[in-house]
């Protein structure tokens, strides 16, 4: 009986073994709503969530960013639940511009279960005494001991690592609360320029020197959900703060963009001129799936937009019924005015959302053409006016 039982416990032990292995293996989702430099800044707006209710707490989870502290309300290891939280959120709170960060549980190595040691008897052997034998006399040796050279190894010398051409700049896009903001800006040598560089936010770059005789650059950000800000950029004087690297640090405040009652989408984008979605949309699509089913109440208006208001030769989805990529043998190909590719879209958006479960009767559609751009139409940013926005008409 005793023996079953311990036999029972191993079994026991190694399964709760490989379950935590297999949960220390699987990605965690984090809803995030807020990321921080200053612990301070970050206990502050903690403490501001969940006075609004929230079960927030702040951590540093990317350990490519170890200075970062990450706010967060949610946390799973299911991915479809994190993003229908995040589209509940987006729908009924401030946090407009919350999302997802995907990261490891713990150091995301499994545990192994150690077995246990059994120590085996140890065997007496009896002793053997053996005769004392008479040292051997061995003879001096005579022969001269003869030195090899040693030969001297050549130093290997690192390979000097160069440093990209220009100068080193950080943008810091960032609210003005100072939380930072995912995004990039565009640096160009005149506002009428038709060409520019991208760069990263709040990421270490290099910019050669403008060709102007200013010497000066035209900096504009690009921050989805946010105002774009222009500025003048003098590249012989950019600022006086200055980082670790020695890189100037060019600080912009940005401001979100106000539309109502609306859920913003940032990844919810079509194939150029198509009413057909990329696969990056599928996420947030399915998180605004969950939160119409668990909120059945809620009716919804989709709303299709595009850059301008001119025709355009492009496809829609014909008999196809692959929402998320291109099938030229299925998809319907022609010229289409803005107000039917925008209606196009939003009626995409709407099949989508039905062939997941959501009746038609709860979702209206509307195109909208180019007629409310965010950005100027043929500006560098133009193509960000090409989008999807959803409208909650009932709750």
Same mark, same amino acid.
């Given at each position: 009986?005793?023996?079953?039982?311990?036999?029972?416990?191993?079994?026991?032990?190694?399964?709760?073994?490989?379950?935590?292995?297999?949960?220390?293996?699987?990605?965690?989702?984090?809803?995030?709503?807020?990321?921080?430099?200053?612990?301070?800044?970050?206990?502050?707006?903690?403490?501001?969530?969940?006075?609004?209710?929230?079960?927030?707490?702040?951590?540093?989870?990317?350990?490519?960013?170890?200075?970062?502290?990450?706010?967060?309300?949610?946390?799973?290891?299911?991915?479809?639940?994190?993003?229908?939280?995040?589209?509940?959120?987006?729908?009924?709170?401030?946090?407009?511009?919350?999302?997802?960060?995907?990261?490891?549980?713990?150091?995301?190595?499994?545990?192994?279960?150690? $077995? *246990?040691? !059994? =120590? +085996? @008897? &140890? #065997?007496? $052997? *009896?002793? !053997? =005494? +053996? @005769? &004392? #034998?008479?040292?051997?006399?061995?003879?001096?040796?005579?022969?001269?001991?003869?030195?090899?050279?040693?030969?001297?190894?050549?130093?290997?010398?690192?390979?000097?690592?160069?440093?990209?051409?220009?100068?080193?700049?950080?943008?810091?896009?960032?609210?003005?609360?100072?939380?930072?903001?995912?995004?990039?800006?565009?640096?160009?040598?005149?506002?009428?320029?038709?060409?520019?560089?991208?760069?990263?936010?709040?990421?270490?770059?290099?910019?050669?020197?403008?060709?102007?005789?200013?010497?000066?650059?035209?900096?504009?950000?690009?921050?989805?959900?946010?105002?774009?800000?222009?500025?003048?950029?003098?590249?012989?004087?950019?600022?006086?703060?200055?980082?670790?690297?020695?890189?100037?640090?060019?600080?912009?405040?940005?401001?979100?963009?106000?539309?109502?009652?609306?859920?913003?989408?940032?990844?919810?984008?079509?194939?150029?001129?198509?009413?057909?979605?990329?696969?990056?949309?599928?996420?947030?699509?399915?998180?605004?799936?969950?939160?119409?089913?668990?909120?059945?109440?809620?009716?919804?208006?989709?709303?299709?937009?595009?850059?301008?208001?001119?025709?355009?030769?492009?496809?829609?989805?014909?008999?196809?019924?692959?929402?998320?990529?291109?099938?030229?043998?299925?998809?319907?190909?022609?010229?289409?005015?803005?107000?039917?590719?925008?209606?196009?879209?939003?009626?995409?958006?709407?099949?989508?959302?039905?062939?997941?479960?959501?009746?038609?009767?709860?979702?209206?559609?509307?195109?909208?053409?180019?007629?409310?751009?965010?950005?100027?139409?043929?500006?560098?940013?133009?193509?960000?006016?090409?989008?999807?926005?959803?409208?909650?008409?009932?709750?």
């Amino acid at each position: 009986m005793q023996k079953s039982l311990r036999v029972l416990l191993i079994v026991l032990l190694i399964a709760s073994g490989s379950q935590l292995a297999k949960a220390q293996g699987e990605p965690n989702y984090y809803v995030i709503i807020g990321v921080f430099a200053r612990q301070d800044y970050a206990l502050r707006f903690t403490d501001k969530a969940n006075q609004h209710g929230f079960n927030a707490q702040y951590a540093i989870i990317n350990p490519s960013r170890p200075n970062w502290y990450y706010v967060s309300v949610f946390q799973s290891t299911e991915k479809r639940k994190a993003y229908a939280f995040l589209i509940r959120l987006r729908a009924e709170s401030e946090h407009k511009q919350a999302w997802i960060y995907t990261g490891q549980v713990g150091d995301g190595q499994p545990t192994e279960q150690q $077995k *246990p040691v !059994v =120590e +085996k @008897p &140890v #065997e007496e $052997k *009896p002793i !053997v =005494e +053996k @005769p &004392v #034998e008479k040292p051997v006399e061995i003879p001096p040796v005579t022969d001269p001991v003869v030195q090899n050279p040693v030969e001297e190894k050549p130093i290997e010398e690192k390979p000097i690592v160069k440093k990209p051409a220009g100068k080193p700049f950080i943008f810091k896009l960032q609210t003005a609360d100072g939380q930072p903001v995912t995004g990039e800006v565009h640096v160009q040598e005149s506002a009428n320029a038709t060409r520019y560089q991208a760069f990263k936010g709040n990421e270490l770059v290099y910019i050669e020197a403008p060709k102007n005789a200013r010497g000066n650059y035209v900096v504009v950000t690009q921050a989805p959900g946010y105002q774009p800000v222009s500025l003048i950029l003098s590249y012989r004087e950019p600022s006086p703060e200055t980082g670790a690297e020695g890189e100037a640090i060019i600080p912009i405040e940005v401001s979100k963009v106000k539309r109502g009652d609306y859920i913003d989408f940032t990844n919810v984008r079509f194939f150029r001129n198509s009413a057909i979605l990329e696969p990056a949309a599928q996420n947030e699509l399915d998180g605004l799936v969950d939160l119409m089913k668990e909120s059945t109440g809620y009716k919804i208006r989709v709303h299709g937009h595009c850059n301008g208001n001119q025709d355009k030769e492009g496809s829609i989805l014909g008999s196809s019924t692959n929402f998320f990529a291109l099938e030229p043998g299925k998809n319907k190909i022609g010229k289409f005015s803005a107000k039917e590719l925008t209606t196009e879209r939003a009626a995409t958006v709407k099949a989508y959302l039905v062939s997941q479960g959501i009746a038609a009767s709860r979702i209206d559609i509307k195109g909208e053409g180019g007629k409310i751009p965010l950005y100027p139409e043929g500006g560098t940013l133009g193509q960000y006016n090409d989008r999807i926005e959803i409208e909650i008409t009932k709750r």
